[in-house]
């Protein structure tokens, strides 16, 4: 089965500064990759995601990358805020009749003032 | 509005007890899915449903069972808690028309 592994497992910025978390997979068969984020206390929310047949996808301050030659994916967060502080979830599943999403061990990222 | 739906929000029980996690989508999604969670830590999935009376065991061993009679409704049950058990239940459905997975809030469960 899908296997994704997620780095690093923690982050620390200077508000204003980027933060990049990256993930690879081992199923080239998949392709749907969402990031969700987690705010304490509160319920994972997708925040992005791309599919295989797209290289990159921005919305603001938020940008997603894929390389499907070597199996990773990053998220990009530009000009961060204190309240980008939370766990970063990826994730990766195949279309077709497997909806399993099969999730990275998530990155803590704090947003220091 | 279109959501998902958890009760109890907050459980503590004893050990022994059974116990039933509700779950209840009202966003016309066929899939649904259990996932344990420790606060802010990896989420591993426990069980999921692809429709009505499907139901597959995760990629997570474990102690609890769930069924699928209706389409909106999703509940897992422990027969009997132990502390083990204690930890954030967190469900989730997802469509087929859109890859996106929506959470519900979670039910806390402490298991004395």
């Known amino acids: 089965g899908e296997n994704v592994e997620q780095h690093p497992s923690t982050l620390s910025v200077q508000e204003g500064d980027s933060a990049v978390i990256k993930c690879t997979y081992s199923d080239s068969a998949s392709n749907y990759f969402p990031w969700y984020k987690q705010e304490l206390g509160k319920r994972p929310q997708l925040i992005i995601d791309i599919r295989s047949n797209v290289g990159e996808k921005k919305d603001q301050r938020i940008a997603v990358t894929l390389n499907k030659t070597a199996k990773h994916f990053s998220l990009h967060i530009t000009e961060t805020q204190p309240e980008d502080s939370a766990v970063y979830f990826c994730a990766a599943s195949q279309g077709g009749s497997n909806y399993k999403l099969t999730f990275g061990k998530g990155t803590l990222l704090t947003v220091n003032p | 509005e279109a959501d998902i739906y958890q009760t109890p929000r907050y459980l503590v029980i004893g050990t022994g007890k059974k116990i039933t996690l509700e779950c209840s989508q009202t966003?016309?999604?066929?899939?649904m899915y259990w996932y344990q969670q420790d606060p802010g830590m990896e989420l591993h999935l426990i069980h999921y449903?692809?429709?009505?009376?499907?139901?597959e065991k995760g990629d997570l061993s474990s102690e609890s069972t769930v069924s699928r009679i209706r389409t909106e409704h999703f509940p897992l049950t422990l027969e009997s808690a132990r502390p083990s058990h204690t930890s954030q239940y967190l469900c989730a459905s997802r469509g087929t028309q859109h890859n996106e997975q929506f959470f519900g809030p979670g039910t806390r469960l402490t298991v004395l």
């Open positions: 966003m016309g999604h066929d899939k």
């Open positions: 449903s692809y429709g009505v009376n499907s139901t």
